[in-house]
């Protein structure tokens, strides 16, 4: 398959609304594993329910949670096998009993599957350092809007929501029309505040 048939992959990755917002589960499953493929802990196609994975992925939850969510990260690993580019292989004599779920819980996924694997050309493209910032770029379409992004951003960096709320009222109304003689629009503006965020880390 194509990187764009994987960038429209992870573009349309349906997290769960019916709180209100973007649950972030499925996306920080991804998010961890590109960061596990980019820093050389998984090096061949096998994903494990591990403590490293775990650990990260709580790292990429904290970052993205809003109230109420709760940090499942069993619930990714099954659930992510409908995107068609996420499997699991689920031990030999336990697939009986897989087939059979109703639920699942981090105790099943252990003791039931072997590991997760992506397609082969998926694996390729996330270790590729040209392409694998497409993807992972591509997974914050999956996010809240980019106003809603950007705010998190800024308090993220210590603003106040008053001050952040200041900040979004210039965004969508002065900045924009400063912009109109460029063909720009707020849109832009958070894009760029994002990527300049993403560039260092923060």
Partial sequence: MSLNFYVDKFQSINPDRSSGHAKPHKLCMLFAVMALIAQGYINENKIYFDETLLNRFSWHFNRFKQSGDKENPHLPFYHLRSSGFW???VKPENSTEFERLTS????????LVDFAYLDDELFDYLQSSTTAPILRHALTANLDTLEQQYA???IKLGKSEKTV????GA?????PSW???SGSDSGYVYQSLLSVSNYFGI
Avoid: E, F
């Fill in 165 to 168: 709320k200041n900040y979004l």
């Fill in 152 to 154: 998190r951003w800024a």
């Fill in 171 to 175: 965004l969508k109304s002065s900045i």
């Fill in 104 to 111: 699942i819980s981090n105790a099943r996924v252990r003791n």
């Fill in 179 to 181: 912009l109109n003689g």
């Fill in 87 to 89: 499997h699991l292989k």
